[in-house]
T-cell receptor
Framework: DSGVTQTPKHLITATGQRVTLRCSPR?????VYWYQQSLDQGLQFLIQ???????AKGNILERFSAQQFPDLHSELNLSSLELGDSALYFC?????????????FGEGSWLTVV | GEDVEQSLFLSVREGDSSVINCTYT??????LYWYKQEPGAGLQLLTY?????DMKQDQRLTVLLNKKDKHLSLRIADTQTGDSAIYFC????????????FGSGTQLTVLP
């Protein structure tokens, strides 16, 4: 158990819909990362938040957005969903300055768009 | 740009050693990681190495880093059937806010 909690574990929704994925980081971790794992693109970095502020952006579509709340949990919002958005979405967290800078991943949220 | 490459498949016999290889292109990598993903599961951090190190050993796992060739390897001694999984190599780049660039993953199959 990495200590990073993601909900829901599985989600099936229709094209054009909007979903929200939730992540609780490890206790004490200020940074939250979102990654997408798909068959064709592999594991890709989407976005990072640090203590409530956006820190870095990767290959995140404009239809997607994220935020980190004062209690440090984060949400990834996916809108106008397309079939190609079907993927496993990972949240990860770490503490800046931690020795080894290890990044711990949750078990992911499986999104299927039909 | 950043690019991390791995071979897609590796099969070994139970009890043998497995060596999973990875190459990366960005010389400013600070940390290099190995993650394991079992079917239907998340990413489990196995080990990591700082870029100024050549080797790191952790029980059955040995990581070797050749900075000149930008080559990273993970050796699993006495491979067991429970080691069957996908192994991902990843790098984090200095100044990149610690985001990781992953390889495509190597599917390790351990044969009885």
């Amino acid at each position: 158990d990495s200590g990073v909690t993601q909900t829901p574990k599985h989600l099936i929704t229709a094209t054009g819909q909007r979903v929200t994925l939730r992540c609780s980081p490890r206790s004490g971790d200020l940074s939250v990362y979102w990654y997408q794992q798909s068959l064709d693109q592999g594991l890709q970095f989407l976005i990072q938040y640090y203590n409530g502020e956006e820190r870095a952006k990767g290959n995140i579509l404009e239809r997607f957005s994220a935020q980190q709340f004062p209690d440090l949990h984060s949400e990834l919002n996916l809108s106008s969903l397309e079939l190609g958005d079907s993927a496993l979405y990972f949240c990860a967290s770490n503490t800046e300055g931690q020795a080894g800078n290890t990044i711990y991943f949750g078990e992911g949220s499986w999104l299927t768009v039909v | 740009g950043e690019d991390v490459e791995q071979s897609l498949f590796l099969s070994v016999r139970e009890g043998d050693s497995s060596v999973i290889n990875c190459t990366y292109t960005d010389s400013s990598s600070t940390y290099l990681y190995w993650y394991k993903q079992e079917p239907g599961a998340g990413l489990q951090l196995l080990t990591y190495i700082f870029s100024n190190m050549d080797m790191k050993q952790d029980q059955r796992l040995t990581v070797l880093l050749n900075k000149k060739d930008k080559h990273l390897s993970l050796r699993i001694a006495d491979t067991q059937t429970g080691d069957s999984a996908i192994y991902f190599c990843a790098e984090s780049i200095a100044g990149s806010a610690r985001q990781l660039t992953f390889g495509s993953g190597t599917q390790l199959t351990v044969l009885p």
